[in-house]
């Protein structure tokens, strides 16, 4: 995995589920205008091909940054989401013009509505205690401890590597800051660790209903080891090395890829994708290992291994970086994995969920073969490839997978990726059919980051960055204004029409009807309330929930797939408040 150095950053955001892209000349045709004032979001000047409004995502853009380096990496984590205060929030780096020193500050933009209205740049999370000009892979944590609905009481946490020398130089120092409240815009930076070869793997979890705090960090060099680092307060750190998590566990000594650090039910679970030195069974396959603790980081359990080489058919010989871990509410482990078929004409990529239930056993589910393509990088940088993340409900029920896949089919030697964005969602031990989020054949939907927690009807928050300046991929990503967007649609296919103003409650015919295997309901309300659209067998068993949570007035389309149910007649039914509406739909196959 290269780590270059980057110099400026913007990200974009979005509300749904997903979003990556590629570089190169064919693309970089048809420049647009540069922005009239690269510092206002809404004076921006757009290549029409640039905008990224696709029948199922609306986006909006929240602010400008000076390049697209800054989420270009998988394994950050640059958005967060508490949906116990509604608050969503986005780390991005600067410009030099808002930053005195350089585009390495840090800053933060904010939305205490859930993503509908936003605020931008508080910061810099450096806090006077390192240049502006140093900051690189910013992620971004809330820390909600009592579950408030305040925002102005949820901790906004920061960590990030810096450049040592830190106006320049190579990776090594890293820094995790700490704001008092969203929005509150008063950093305290805690961290300063320039003497340490600290990589730019760095994670810091979200954390509801507890008043710890844990981050960790990967040691950047052969000798290498992940630290973890404790807190009470969110001001003091301890940092101790764990036994599980040091060099003599990882075969050659190396782990820069922290997959993920979660928090669930009063424990932390770290996983880490590396080459295990026990048991040592195949050296060159990197697998997949999780460890937890109950103390609050203290002290950390052996690593569980999943054995990779075993749960995946022999023709998978590895499985590539683009990794991402959480643990649902039951305490269950989920990766998400792309596996490679080297053995296969091109090579077959294949989109894999590795999961144990707790107290079961490793297992492997296939969400969905990839069209291969192995020219992933983002201009001169490959850490990203195929974006995998994953994202988990607030009652921990439901998980959404996240990717993005070029679309139309390109081969391992087309140089030219033009990638949508794909999501699924599991719950209850199934995985729903793959979906194409934004299905726009002329935009590279790339470097996007989706939320560590999500609403439990799945609406998830995505960030998504791209230059405006050239059409088509990259562009020259450290001097062109970047955006970074926002969307608010819901993984599960449930979109708001914009514009529609409903005088009362309607519940719609879902149409097609007869359908095999997917219709589309869509019903309207006259106020916001607590709603809820579910479909029932005629024996009254529930086998689906299309839309669970508090929604806006509005008209809304839902897409449902029945790929996974028997032909027959199914009733849904609408509730939103004290209004009850069913109807009949029936499945052909």
């Not at 700490?178 to 730019?200: H, L, Y």
Request: negative net charge; contains cysteine; glycine residues 10%.
């Amino acid at each position: 995995m290269s780590k270059k150095v980057l110099y400026l950053f913007i990200s974009s955001a979005l509300c749904v589920a997903l979003a990556f892209a590629g570089s190169n000349s064919a693309k970089n045709a048809g420049k647009a205008p540069r922005a009239v004032d690269a510092e206002n979001a809404n004076s921006v000047v757009f290549n029409t091909n640039h905008l990224l409004n696709s029948a199922v995502v609306n986006y909006a853009v929240i602010d400008t940054m000076a390049n697209s380096y800054g989420p270009a990496i998988v394994n950050a984590n640059p958005i967060s989401f508490d949906p116990y205060s509604n608050s969503v929030v986005i780390v991005h780096r600067s410009k030099a013009s808002y930053a005195a020193g350089g585009s390495g500050g840090i800053f933060y933009a904010y939305s205490t509505d859930g993503g509908t209205t936003w605020n931008k740049r508080v910061g810099p999370m450096q806090a006077g205690l390192r240049s502006n000009g140093s900051g690189r892979y910013p992620s971004i944590s809330l820390h909600n401890p009592s579950k408030t609905q305040d925002p102005t009481q949820v901790f906004v946490q920061s960590v990030f590597p810096v450049l040592v020398p830190q106006t320049g130089g190579s990776f090594g120092g890293l820094v995790y800051s700490t704001d008092g409240g969203v929005g509150v815009g008063n950093p305290v930076s805690t961290i300063d660790s320039a003497g340490a070869p600290w990589s730019s793997s760095m994670v810091s979890p979200s954390v509801f209903g507890d008043a710890g705090y844990v981050f960790a960090a990967a040691n950047y060099g052969d000798a290498g080891h992940i630290s973890i680092f404790s807190s009470t307060d969110g001001i003091t750190f301890a940092q101790s090395n764990p036994a599980q998590l040091a060099a003599t566990e990882i075969y050659d000594g190396y782990i820069d890829d922290i997959a993920g650090l979660a928090y669930q039910n009063g424990a932390y679970y770290i996983g880490v994708r590396a080459r295990f030195a026990t048991p040592l069974a195949d050296t060159a396959v990197y697998t997949l290992g999780v460890s937890k603790s109950t103390d609050g980081g203290a002290t950390w359990s052996a690593l569980d291994k999943a054995p990779y080489k075993t749960l995946v058919p022999s023709n998978y010989v590895y499985n590539i970086y683009a990794n991402d871990f959480v643990v649902d509410g039951n305490g269950g482990y989920h990766w998400l994995a792309v596996s490679v078929d080297t053995a296969a004409t091109p090579d077959l990529w294949t989109l894999h969920h590795i999961y144990k239930a707790s107290g079961g056993s490793w297992t492997l589910n296939k969400i969905k073969d990839l069209p291969t393509h192995e020219n992933w990088a983002y201009g001169d940088l490959d850490q990203t490839l195929t974006e995998n993340q994953l994202s988990v409900s607030q009652d921990g029920n439901l998980v959404v997978a996240k990717w993005i896949q070029d679309g139309r089919g390109a081969t391992y030697s087309d140089s030219l990726p033009i990638a949508d964005v794909w999501t699924a969602t599991w719950k209850a031990g199934t995985w729903s059919a793959s979906k194409n989020l934004t299905n726009t054949p002329d935009i590279n939907d790339q470097l996007t980051h989706i939320a560590q927690f999500c609403g439990n009807d799945g609406k998830v928050h995505l960030m998504r960055s791209q230059s405006v300046v050239t059409s088509g991929n990259v562009g020259a990503m450290d001097v062109d204004v970047t955006a970074f967007y926002y969307a608010n649609d819901l993984a599960l296919g449930v979109r708001k029409e914009d514009g529609i103003v409903a005088g009362s409650f309607t519940l719609g015919q879902n149409y097609p009807n007869p359908f095999n295997p997917s219709t589309t309901i869509s019903f309207t309300l006259p106020n916001s309330a607590l709603t809820t659209l579910k479909v029932y067998n005629m024996v009254g068993q529930e086998v689906a929930s299309l839309v669970e949570g508090q929604k806006e007035a509005g008209m809304y389309v839902v897409d449902f797939d029945a790929s996974k149910l028997a032909s027959g007649i199914y009733l849904y039914k609408l509730q939103s408040g004290s209004y009850v509406e069913t109807k009949k739909m029936v499945l052909i196959k």
